[in-house]
């Protein structure tokens, strides 16, 4: 049986991302970095005050600000409950209504000491005989010890805060987790309250509802209620899919390689088992090896390839290329593996097996300029399939870069030039590049104002043409350098459905889902007319449900919107006379006037906005 406390915590700790504190510097920062961080971390005293009173002889952990809230962990003789926190709440409001001023006073180390001891806190004790510890190593005085004030609450703290409890804007406490003392196992286990508290009230009723939102909205839930694709521990960051969320990822692939046909790619496939001389060449094996699964097989090492990037060369230099044939753009579906540790998977956007629309384009170096516009125009393409706005930003050399510094220089000035004529947003991040490669980062917010990373352009001079020693035949039977542009616009497949699937909350565009429409008989008498309208659509590629239980329409046409399908088409006596249907939309308000349209009209409608992959 699953612990429902156990339960939980496990959602709390995935939802707030707090890392744990260990040293007295760390445990006495209160993560005050801002004057909302400053109103947090004074709601945290405040908090820390209503739990003294209703709790007498608790111990106090530490109380920082963290992005959206605050928390403080405590030492409490018995577990909190939901009821708790409202009693909490309650006891804060009046605190905050008595307006105390905070204020900050500074004791001898010796005072301080015995002010904590004093008054049974011995987390706060054993922080600053930590600090004196380490006064007394490095041979430096013991600063004075700072402690803030307000009403009848003392902590120690060095600050800031804000200028007395009433400026403290409204506020929810949210979830109780445990925490052990200085992130250490083998310490007592607290009980950490979580709040959240802004400037002003509607602030916190956007926060709130984003939360609850992103709660509704997790592709993990989602997946299964719309039946798309499950995780099983027997594959721990690998998705099952299930047929209507493989008809998703083959839609999307396909867009993918639509687009890739149009722009002359060609799709290649490498093997997935690779000996591990490929990684010692590329540099991988050095650099990237706790990161790949590796296998043993008659001696020798093999590695579950993490990346295509390597093996691609082998299909280039398979023969000797001329400068005709370049721009050579090899687009290829690996299947890639990475040994991510358990702990930090996470549905679709955190995996070990996943495969990315990845693409290596050989180009002379003339040719950089006119190949990352044609490379804008996908991305401009692609993402309008969504009604996503991508956001680029540009990163260039790090200090530790592979290669001429003079060479990345004129690469990059290319790439400035060209995103500037491109007309498109971007944020140059100065030494934000790959150590081989400067690159445009692809980063797309969803409807919760979410910003991720989806895709990239790295322009590599160095990795693969230096060390897998490419070269094509130019114009004068000369041996060139091509360069090689590494791309992929959706990034991986995996992670951007889970983006999609938590951006859309499960309502995808009509051209990519799984189910588009659903033909709703009124009565089992017009079962068959139902089939012959689907067959009438599936023939042009319309992918098609029929809903002939016995449900009455009133709950075929919930049980389809609940599916989030885009299209309902209601079939009765009046319509199959007509040979016409009624059509709903999906999210269309109940009143909305409703349309009777004929069969063939609506295959031709519905095609024509799937192929143009509208966004709606
Ligand atoms: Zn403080
Ligand atoms: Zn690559």
Avoid at 190 to 219: F, N, P, S
Avoid at 319 to 341: I, T
Wanted: proline share 6%; charged share 30%; with cysteine.
């Amino acid at each position: 049986m699953v612990d429902q406390q156990d339960v939980a915590v496990a959602e709390v700790e995935e939802e707030f991302v707090a890392p744990e504190r260990g040293s007295a510097d760390e445990l006495l920062d209160a993560g005050a970095h801002s004057e909302l961080d400053a109103m947090r971390h004074s709601a945290a005293h405040v908090m820390a005050e209503a739990v003294l009173d209703l709790f007498p002889g608790t111990k106090l952990g530490i109380g920082p600000a963290i992005e959206d809230g605050f928390y403080y962990d405590f030492d409490l003789p018995r577990p909190l409950t939901p009821d708790d926190l409202g009693r909490i709440e309650a006891r804060m409001a009046e605190s905050v209504k008595a307006d105390h001023p905070f204020v900050r006073r500074e004791l001898s180390p010796e005072e301080g000491r015995a002010f904590f001891a004093e008054h049974g806190q011995p987390y706060k004790v054993e922080i600053l005989d930590d600090l004196a510890a380490k006064s007394a190593r490095d041979g430096t005085p013991m600063p004075p010890t700072s402690v803030y004030e307000h009403g009848p609450f003392v902590d120690l703290c060095k600050g800031p805060h804000v200028a007395s409890t009433g400026k403290i804007g409204p506020l929810k406490l949210l979830a109780v987790s445990s925490a052990y003392w200085r992130g250490d196992q083998s310490r007592p286990s607290m009980q950490r309250i979580y709040g959240t508290v802004w400037e002003t009230q509607e602030d916190l009723d956007r926060y709130l509802w984003r939360r609850e939102e992103a709660k509704k909205r997790d592709h993990r839930k989602l997946g299964i209620q719309l039946d798309l694709f499950s995780f099983h521990d027997v594959a721990p960051g690998a998705a099952f899919w299930h047929p209507k969320g493989w008809t998703l990822y083959q839609t999307l692939r396909g867009a993918m390689r639509d687009l890739q046909a149009r722009r002359g790619y060609q799709e290649v496939y490498t093997p997935p088992l690779v000996e591990k001389k490929l990684w010692e060449r590329s540099g991988h094996w050095e650099h990237y090896r706790e990161n790949m699964f590796l296998f043993e097989a008659e001696g020798q090492t093999f590695s579950l390839k993490p990346m295509n990037c390597p093996e691609s060369t082998y299909i280039y230099r398979s023969r000797v290329r001329s400068y005709r044939e370049l721009p050579l753009r090899l687009a290829e579906y690996g299947v890639l593996h990475r040994n991510e540790l358990s702990g930090v998977l996470s549905g679709l956007t955190r995996v070990r097996h996943f495969v990315t629309d990845d693409a290596h384009i050989y180009v002379r170096p003339d040719q950089i300029g006119s190949e990352i516009q044609g490379l804008m125009g996908e991305i401009r393409d692609a993402y309008s399939w969504f009604g996503l706005e991508p956001r680029l930003t540009f990163g260039t050399r790090p200090d530790k870069a592979l290669g001429d510094p003079q060479v990345w220089a004129e690469t990059e000035a290319q790439m400035r030039t060209e995103l500037e004529r491109s007309g498109m947003q971007y944020r140059e991040k100065p030494k934000d590049g790959a150590f081989y490669a400067p690159k445009i980062d692809i980063q797309i917010e969803d409807a919760l104002g979410r910003e991720w990373q989806t895709a990239t352009i790295q322009v590599d001079r160095v990795m693969l043409p230096e060390r897998f020693d490419l070269s094509y035949v130019d114009e004068h039977g000369q041996q060139q350098r091509p360069v090689a542009i590494h791309r992929a616009i959706y990034g991986s497949l995996e992670r951007f459905i889970g983006v999609l699937t938590e951006h859309f909350a499960g309502a995808f565009p009509l051209w990519c889902s799984p189910v588009q429409v659903t033909v709703i008989p009124i009565a089992d008498r017009h079962v068959a007319a139902g089939e012959e309208l689907a067959g009438v659509l599936r023939s042009r590629g319309l992918r098609v449900e029929v809903d002939a239980s016995d449900n009455r329409m009133q709950n075929k046409i919930r049980m389809a919107q609940e599916q989030k399908v885009p299209v309902m088409l209601v079939l009765g006596d009046r319509e199959i006379e007509a040979r016409a249907a009624t059509v709903r939309r999906r999210g269309a308000a109940k009143d909305a006037p409703q349309e009777t349209v004929g069969w063939e009209d609506l295959a031709e409608r519905l095609g024509t906005e799937v192929a143009e992959r509208r966004a709606e």
